[in-house]
């Protein structure tokens, strides 16, 4: 049966990870904010609001959920990682929320202990929420900054975590399949995305079966679209939206994924409406060589940044040089992008179970952009490249 | 003509208003990091990631931006109140963001100035982004927290401001009207979400034109669905998916929204599939019974406290005090949620111009949660529901 999501073993060796390294650290407790790092522990993933939230990993004693009272029922039947619900009726209150987690923490006896902290305010400070520090409010207590405890744990996939990655990227090419399909000339790229995420999400279900769901927010579970990269704004790599509908001659910039158990893979696509010219098949195949020559680099023991220099450097020796935009990837896993980065400044040495997008790109402001993305993970003896999608320009031009 | 974005000349007026309150802060200029901020002031809005950004409005001086390279061909296409653009190559880089931030604001002559902002780390530190304070990169210049400088100027809506939002509401209700015809037993709900969202985002393009884009990243610039909330997933007011299909019996609880000029209303109706059982009538008259309750509450010199405790008023006295999970509502702009709250512990007096959600809801566990969300603007002399749509159980059965 293909894997759809994390184990609650695996979730009880990734608390017995960060009790071990808070040891080591000599800490009596752990204190998260970070939404990620509660699906990452406990499997337990929310809508993150202006309400606070923290969950404690104490060295001894239950994994802890301080929260609003609106997510008490959510969290049992999401995990059993997490044992004690403490909760506040809602933000602001009458009592403020960082007074009842003072309360809380004391209440844990841990107001005179020493704990890493993941956010010195105590709180994920989204949309308008205004507060005291939990700092403030335990001034006995003695808290240190341990922002990296997790993502450091993040950095290197289990075997479960590629397998869940390798099942997303699968969807991934499903969906720009689907997507290149209704590409064309008068089409408003929302309408073309929206087609190719519909029909990819109910392939997905249909094929991982009844009990599938995505374990993040999400409109589309499989979903590919343009995000308006369509003609002179394909030369925006970080688009948004475009109101023109698609041109014969427009470049496209595809992009797709899929949550699988809350992962999901990358997989981009440049493509062009109608016969290329020659300037657009010129810069088409210097991208495409880039990446080829990124690709090959990957392997345990090479720098992430070896690899953004060697994408670089075939740009530059052909004269693209004010052409680069961004670096040549980042790793992913729980969040789009994740350390390490392959850039320049990230000396990060690769290790088996590292996995990056690898996608160099050129840019032409007002004309066109040039940039395909794979989704590579780092083996024993090389890497490999998890999503398959035709990469050459024949296939992919419309 | 309908009016899909905020004028060139309304963002000015916002940008004199920004540098009126840093002169009567006696502050040189305001440093600012939010992403929501940038929109609201420049109409420029963008990805957030690990990439340190920052808009600089001084007292006197142009508007600048401090980002990644990766933005720069992409603000001329969207403002012309940004009139300087300094980027670094990418993060981490050779040489930190912060460093280069540092370089920029001392070029700016602001490094021995007193600046407002927003963050102090001087970074929206998002997805494993790592760095040193700005604080701490310009000893000699003296910040002061200042976030609540825009976010207070974003509580009274404009005129235009109230255009966008009433317009997004009729794309809410075109949404849920699709939404209602496709849920039916056997589906599951993302794909009825999707087909509902493709349906209205295309009508509501055919609508608004073709200059039409929405300005956030969104893959349905209107949309409607489920987040999972089925059967006894509606008992969880935040619930994100559910694996089983729609069945017989079920009470749904539906959420839309639609990005014009960036604004979104929000419109969530409770639904039950087939005909409702004696207590599910019960629930959800009282539910409908505090919501008119809170709606007729609304009003200019209103505290927003007294709305919440009305509503939980109806409930307690019907006996369902041990089914809340959330207070009544919350502001609404350019974010989902924004202060100010309804709340028992928000006395925040209400003006004309604010726009609340208003949204008291009822949760059984395991069974099911009652919970309907219209969109209130205060005017002069009341107050106005922008959000229409059946309401009553018969029209809401499916």
Chains 1, 2 share one sequence.
């Not at 959510?74 to 209150?93: A, C, N, Q, S």
């Not at 939990?134 to 397998?163: C, N, W």
């Not at 590919?224 to 925006?236: D, E, F």
Request: aromatic share 8%; net charge negative; hydrophobic share 35%.
């Amino acid at each position: 049966m293909v894997r759809t999501e994390i184990s609650e073993e695996e979730h009880r060796e990734r608390i017995g990870r960060v009790r071990e390294e808070l040891e080591r650290r000599n800490l009596d407790a752990l204190y998260l904010t970070s939404g990620t790092s509660f699906l990452y522990l406990t499997g337990f993933s929310y809508i993150q609001t202006e309400r606070p939230a923290a969950i404690i990993v104490p060295v001894e004693g239950e994994v802890t959920f301080l929260g609003p009272v609106i997510e008490k029922d959510h969290i049992p039947l999401k995990t059993r990682i997490i044992k004690e619900i403490l909760t506040y009726p809602d933000y602001p209150g009458e009592k403020h929320p960082m007074d009842f987690f003072a309360q809380f923490l004391r209440e844990m006896k841990l107001d005179k202990k020493r704990m890493g902290i993941d956010n010195l305010a105590g709180a994920s400070a989204r949309w308008g929420y205004k507060g005291p520090k939990i700092t403030q409010k335990l001034p006995d207590a003695s808290f240190v900054e341990a922002k990296d405890l997790v993502e450091d744990m993040r950095l290197i996939k289990s075997e479960a975590e590629i397998e869940l990655l390798k099942e997303s990227a699968k969807w991934c090419a499903v969906a720009t399949e689907l997507l290149q399909r209704e590409l064309k000339p008068g089409v408003w790229d929302p309408v073309a995305s929206l087609k190719a995420s519909l029909q990819a999400s109910q392939a997905m279900k249909e094929s991982l079966g009844g009990k599938y769901e995505p374990q993040r927010w999400t409109l589309a579970p499989a979903h590919a679209g343009l995000r308006g990269q369509v003609g002179a704004m394909s030369a925006i790599p970080h688009a948004m939206s475009i109101g023109r509908v698609i041109r014969k001659g427009d470049v496209l910039g595809t992009g797709a994924g899929a949550d699988v158990g809350g992962y999901s893979s990358e997989l981009e696509r440049t493509m062009v409406v109608g016969k290329p010219t020659e300037g657009q098949r010129r810069r088409f195949e210097v991208m495409l060589k880039a990446q080829v020559e990124a690709l090959m680099t990957f392997g345990p023991g090479i720098k992430c940044s070896e690899v953004d220099r060697r994408a670089a450097k075939v740009f530059r020796d052909k004269g693209y040089g004010d052409s680069l935009r961004h670096h040549t990837g980042h790793g992913m896993g729980l969040e789009g992008h994740e350390p390490p980065w392959l850039d320049v400044g990230d000396n990060t040495v690769m290790q088996p179970g590292m996995v990056f997008s690898c996608e160099p790109g050129i840019y032409f402001p007002l004309d066109a952009g040039y940039r395909h993305s794979d989704t590579v993970v780092v083996t024993e003896d090389g890497a490999e490249i998890v999503t398959s999608y035709p990469r050459d320009l024949e296939s992919l031009t419309l």
